[in-house]
């Protein structure tokens, strides 16, 4: 049999408590630095009241002046003993028999109070109803206080207790027994095992992990933080401190604070891990910070070393606060504004990892790379790329840099990842089906607002941009933006649509304000639509529908039908918002020429002028014919390459005015063409036209700016329907065989 590295020693729990404030049992900072959840401190108690066995410690019989003291009151101490495992239990023992608090993830102190109730030998977390309830004893740790006199203190209880109810010469003695059974708690017996002071810091290391490996109370990542506190204390100190840092706002000073992410030490050794060796699989890492050698198996000091300092320089980046405030203003760049649009931690990090190899390793200039990463984190956070098998789709992505080898490789990989994933079966089948969700927090819905602020929308029924409404620095006492439903719940369920599911789908929601959403409260939409519309001109709605994805007339439709093509339309405008990414355009500008700019050019493929909209200036009267020909050309522009067409001008350029149409004011010819579009041509399309009115040679012209569509264009001609293109500065009808040919080269 070999020779054991530790020895049994037995103790009772008063006597190491006093070790642990006497300082000689400290705490080495291989050991995960926060404490259990306080309803588990509480059951530790209760355990320990029923008399059930709790478990053992596991100490390191070493001496050392770095090591940290239990608590926040202690100085540091030169410890014999140092807790390698059991850290979690004795530091809640220390802390509730101590009354001292302890520091909790959030790196804030808090005081543990745990409450007893003496009658029926009850622990709990105290709270502010137990606190005033007389029939416990709202903090335990008063009962081992230094100068407390116990026969008294039952008598305290018991009067106190009399005040509010009767008690009987049973209950008394019940009391008093409970009371000094749980003072007796200082005679509660331990084993702790002791590693000899033989053993070095690696071996103390390693068996901690194969200890808490077996119960799986630690991930990779925390075997990982165990190493760097042995062989590389000050790092893991770094973790800490830029997490504590990011929790809070600094005055006057730079720090991590952001409002995105409060990241946690484990979070950011990733980072670190596939910055420094590319890995995302941390199994693997833990063995080269050894000093493992994958192929031979053997350790080496040197190579630990080596290994170390390359973690080292690649954490010196992670926490740069310059790469990672430069990082966070990508996330802007992209829509994003706050944590409540994040779905996935990992997603942010793991995007991260890609913006430092990027600038630090590939030297990408900022501009180009900070909008390559907000291309790709939109794709990311879309798609939601690393919410499954995050390890895994990351592993991938950093093997495809094995082949990049400059600045503008590194960009074009990751924009030919971008476009392999987001193709026109993304844009069309599977962002809709995505969309058909009523989950809160979906990555789809979070893109679609993210898609709002690329595009500048204001809120529906508002003068305010998303953006401005979506600023987390903006706080009140409601939410400057409130989700609400279009078709709203009362109605509904009027209607027979009962179903939460049914009645929360993503696409029944909107951004209003919250005065506006008061005010809407139950009305149907065909109530309140017209009602705040009035706010705003026809074309202002236009726009305003376009970026809410509202189908023209949609307050009139089925719900069923509603939910099904509002869909089409949110993911219409997510792709929209991501070509503003994809193609480095300024985000939200929109070009539009002037009226002279086009007059200029003359007709051409995406340049057409019309004399009128409806008025046959020969016979004087309204011609559907001269309907049919701005129908055609509409048409034409957006099965094509898009383009402008002016209403009010002749083919050479010369003015006519929009007067000779007879419209009694601006906005009835807008509604006009409108209606027309809607009813020949289709609702749908009608987010890519963009109506205005503009001043040309002392005269007024319409001009109709149709982007490129997404689905083909058809007219309704009588009982047909007929299919338009450009052909160079002309409009042209296909056949049927040409129209078929035509839709697979341009839309299929």
Not at 267 to 290: C, D, K, M, N, T
Not at 362 to 375: F, I, K, P
Not at 456 to 462: P, R
Not at 476 to 500: C, I, M, W, Y
Request: charged letters at 25%; aromatic letters at 10%; one cysteine or more.
């Amino acid at each position: 049999m070999s020779e054991t590295v530790f020895t049994k020693v037995d103790y009772t729990l008063g006597p190491l408590v006093e070790d642990i404030a006497l300082g000689k049992i400290g705490l080495p900072d291989i050991q995960r630095p926060f404490v259990w959840k306080n309803a588990k401190v509480r059951n530790l108690f209760d355990s320990m009241y029923r008399g059930y066995p709790v478990g053992y410690f596991l100490f390191w019989d070493a001496v050392s002046d770095e090591n940290k003291a239990i608590g926040t009151d202690m100085k540091q101490k030169v410890a014999q003993l140092l807790i390698v495992d059991g850290q979690q239990r004795l530091t809640s023992l220390y802390a509730v028999v101590k009354g001292i608090p302890v520091v909790r993830e959030n790196y804030n102190a808090e005081l543990i109070e745990i409450a007893f109730n003496p009658l029926e030998g009850k622990f709990e977390v105290a709270d502010a109803a137990i606190r005033k309830n007389k029939a416990f004893i709202p903090n335990i740790s008063v009962v081992w206080d230094k100068g407390i006199n116990l026969y008294k203190f039952i008598g305290n209880y018991i009067a106190e207790l009399k005040e509010n109810r009767e008690i009987s010469e049973a209950e008394e003695d019940r009391i008093s027994d409970a009371i000094s059974r749980l003072h007796n708690l200082m005679s509660f017996p331990f084993t702790a095992l002791e590693l000899a002071a033989s053993v070095n810091e690696e071996q103390v290391s390693e068996v901690f992990v194969r200890i808490n490996s077996e119960g799986k109370k630690l991930n990779q990542a925390d075997f990982i933080l165990t190493l760097m506190s042995v062989f590389w204390d000050a790092g893991r100190s770094q973790l800490e401190a830029f997490c504590r840092e990011s929790r809070t706002p600094s005055v006057g000073e730079p720090s991590a604070f952001n409002h995105f992410i409060r990241p946690k030490p484990d979070q950011l050794l990733r980072v670190s891990v596939g910055l420094a060796f590319r890995r995302a699989r941390l199994q693997y890492v833990y063995s080269i910070l050894r000093g493992k050698d994958l192929e031979t198996e053997q350790f080496s000091p040197e190579r630990r070393d080596e290994q170390f300092e390359v973690l080292k320089q690649a954490q010196d980046r992670v926490l740069n606060l310059q790469n990672w405030h430069d990082f966070l203003k990508a996330l802007i760049l992209a829509g994003y504004r706050s944590d409540k649009m994040i779905s996935s931690e990992t997603n942010l990090l793991y995007t991260y990892v890609f913006y430092l190899i990027g600038r630090t390793e590939y030297g990408v200039d900022e501009y180009t790379l900070r909008r390559v990463v907000s291309q790709w984190y939109f794709m990311v956070n879309l798609t939601g790329r690393y919410t499954s098998s995050p390890e895994s789709k990351m592993e991938f992505d950093l093997a495809r840099l094995r082949t990049v080898k400059t600045a503008d490789e590194f960009v074009l990989m990751m924009r030919q990842v971008c476009d392999s994933i987001l193709t026109s079966d993304f844009w069309s089948i599977t962002l809709p089906n995505e969309l058909a969700t009523a989950a809160a927090r979906s990555p789809s819905l979070y893109a679609y607002f993210a898609a709002q602020n690329l595009l500048d929308a204001k809120v529906l029924f508002s003068q305010h941009k998303v953006s401005e409404l979506l600023d987390p620095a903006t706080q009140g006492h409601r939410s400057s933006l409130e989700r609400h439903h279009l078709f709203p719940k009362a109605h509904l369920k009027a209607q027979g649509v009962t179903d939460n599911r049914d009645i929360n789908q993503i696409a029944n929601f909107t951004m209003v304000e919250w005065g506006d959403n008061a005010k809407i409260s139950d009305k149907p939409p065909t109530e309140y639509v017209s009602e705040l519309s009035e706010r705003f001109t026809p074309q202002e709605m236009e726009r305003m529908r376009y970026w809410h994805a509202l189908p023209d007339d949609w307050e009139d439709m089925d719900y069923r039908d509603f939910l099904k093509l509002r869909r089409e339309c949110m993911a219409g405008v997510i792709e929209d918002a991501y070509k503003v990414l994809a193609k480095n355009g300024k985000v939200a500008e929109e070009v539009m020429f002037s009226v002279a700019d086009l007059i200029t050019q003359g007709e051409t493929t995406t340049i057409e002028f019309k004399s009128t909209l409806r008025t046959n200036l020969h016979t004087g009267e309204k011609d559907p014919r001269m309907e049919m020909s701005v129908l055609k050309t509409v048409a034409a522009f957006l099965n094509t390459h898009g383009g402008t067409l002016v209403v009010g001008m002749a083919d050479d350029g010369s003015p006519v005015g929009i007067e000779v149409d007879q419209f009694a004011n601006e906005d009835k010819m807008y509604l006009h063409l409108v209606n027309l579009i809607n009813g020949r041509i289709g609702p749908q399309h009608m987010m890519y036209i963009q109506p205005r009115f503009d001043d040309y040679d002392h005269t007024r012209v319409l001009v109709v700016e149709c982007n490129k569509g997404k689905a083909p264009v058809y007219v309704k001609d009588g009982n047909s329907e007929k299919f338009f293109v450009r052909t160079g500065a002309s409009t042209t009808e296909l056949s049927v065989s040409q129209v078929q040919e035509f839709i697979q080269q341009r839309f299929v």
